[in-house]
Antibody, heavy 118, light 105 residues
């Protein structure tokens, strides 16, 4: 059974850094694309970017490039999303998701709520 | 950037109804179009990929069609568990989602 287990909720102050994780199991980690999708409070979904753990090929939403970093550690089947300087507007639920195709996501994590507030 | 516009933004229907949700892309995306269902407090769930391919395990009352810029999701006979929010997503470029269609009773 495929599982995507995300790290727990975070409360941070503006300007702080953060790295959230997504541990995958039940499939070959290096052969699936893993992506991150953001959902701001009572809002729709926003595709942030994807990574192919086999060779770390990474693609970002141009509107977010430079604001976040997506990475993966093949040795522990875990993907990451990180910020170096959080803003209040980063408050959202962040989902990781995986797919054999880079074009759609078959499997989703449970979501990580990130709250940024002074 | 490719923009996705869904309509309607909300829809009221009854069990047994046939409903259609439309998604329009700002430029041609061939059949790089997916549909997801999201229930409150849950992660999205893939229903249809590549415009018309039913994801494994998804009931056959769901269907998708279209190519180029215009796409539709149809639910042939609404069941109680289908009341949720539906999103289209283009995967031709940066994976933009539509704004969602909330389907309620």
């Amino acid at each position: 059974e495929v599982q995507m287990v995300q790290s727990g909720a975070e409360v941070k102050k503006p300007g702080e850094s953060l790295k959230i994780s997504c541990k995958a199991s039940g499939y070959s980690f290096t052969n699936y694309w893993i992506g991150w999708v953001r959902q701001m409070p009572v809002k729709g979904l926003e595709w942030m970017g994807i990574i192919y753990p086999f060779d770390s090929d990474t693609k970002y939403n141009p509107s977010l490039q430079g604001q976040v970093t997506i990475s993966a550690d093949k040795s522990i089947s875990t993907a990451y999303l990180q910020w170096s300087g959080l803003k209040a507007s980063d408050t959202a639920i962040y989902y990781c998701a995986a797919g054999q195709s880079m074009y759609y996501f078959d499997y989703w994590g449970q979501g990580t709520l990130v709250t940024v507030s002074s | 950037d490719i923009q996705m516009t869904q309509s309607p933004s909300s829809l009221s229907a009854s069990v047994g109804d046939r409903i259609t949700i439309t998604c329009r892309a700002s430029q041609s995306i061939s059949t790089y179009l997916n549909w997801y269902q999201q229930k409150p407090g849950k992660a999205p769930n893939l229903l249809i990929h590549s415009a018309s391919y039913l994801q494994s395990g998804v009931p056959s009352r769901f269907s998708g069609s279209g190519s180029g810029t215009d796409f539709t999701l149809t639910i042939s006979s609404l069941q109680p568990e289908d009341f949720a929010t539906y999103y289209c997503q283009q995967s031709y470029g940066a994976g933009a989602f539509g704004q969602g269609t909330k389907l309620d009773i």
